[in-house]
């Protein structure tokens, strides 16, 4: 048939919650012509790694993320509502994918879990998460961090938007890689400094989707609390390779 509808989904940050949902875009494009995804503009860099899905700067969907706020967080009754309707202005063939509000629907353990509830999907299908990797730059920025190609650790300390770091303190001999920020790489781009890693120290945040998604069972993965998990209550559905430091 032909799918003339657009799904709109609305979840313009954080860069975890986008990666972790990617696999539900893809479900939506079996049903939907077309998925288009406001974002925060610093993460528009996903449109060369999801090419089927339009990213968009959410910039230009100011209302969506209005909307959402008007109708959950401004109502004193918020507790009591089942669903976020429409907005009336909204055109006949855009149906809004609420991920943002997942929770008002579905209240779960997590409100990760409850994106996928919406959708009446199995939560296990964010494993499915994969992209085109640009192998050329994931081997530049392993020959910038690791040009003598020495066993290392790969520490991810900043989670949140802008970034917080937390304190993770290593104990062998090991190089250690910061997963800082590096100009004119994505942190899709740490492909192959995270499939040949020895160890894995992360706060809970999007990297531990990455991790999941390309790393190696013969690595050690530790995840560590954030200030927004201070219990990682939102990891329960990470595989069991992971360890946690509390």
């Not at 925060?40 to 959402?68: A, K, Q, R």
């Not at 009446?120 to 640009?134: A, C, F, I, P, Q």
């Not at 991810?156 to 910061?178: Q, R």
């Not at 995270?194 to 999007?206: D, F, G, L, P």
Request: aromatic share 12%; glycine share 4%; with cysteine.
């Amino acid at each position: 048939r032909i799918r003339t509808m657009r799904a709109l989904v609305n979840q313009k940050v954080g860069l975890g919650d986008i990666l972790f949902s990617i696999p539900i875009a893809f479900e939506l494009l079996k049903e939907y012509g077309e998925v288009i995804w406001p974002v925060h503009p610093p993460y528009l860099w996903l449109t060369d790694y999801f090419p089927n899905i339009s990213f968009v700067s959410c910039e230009d969907y100011e209302w969506l993320h209005d909307f959402g706020d008007e109708v959950y967080r401004e109502l004193p009754q918020r507790h009591e509502l089942t669903s976020i309707p429409q907005p009336e202005h909204l055109e006949d063939d855009i149906k809004i994918i609420n991920l943002r509000y997942a929770n008002v629907d579905h209240r779960s353990e997590t409100c990760m879990v409850d994106k996928y509830k919406l959708l009446g999907l199995d939560v296990n299908l964010w494993k499915t998460l994969s992209w085109e990797r640009d192998i050329v730059k994931e081997a530049e920025l392993y020959k910038k961090l690791n040009p003598l190609d020495v066993p290392y650790n790969l520490v991810n300390k900043n989670s949140e938007y802008p970034p917080v770091k937390a304190i993770i303190n290593i104990n062998n001999d090991l190089l250690t890689i910061d997963m800082d920020l590096v100009d004119g790489y994505s942190l899709l781009d740490w492909g192959l400094l995270i499939e040949k890693a020895i160890n894995i120290h992360t706060v809970s945040t999007a990297v531990n989707y990455v991790v999941e998604a390309i790393g190696k069972k013969k690595q050690r993965w530790f995840v560590y609390p954030r200030s927004g998990d201070p219990n990682l209550q939102y990891v329960g559905f990470l595989s069991d390779n992971w360890s946690k430091i509390l």
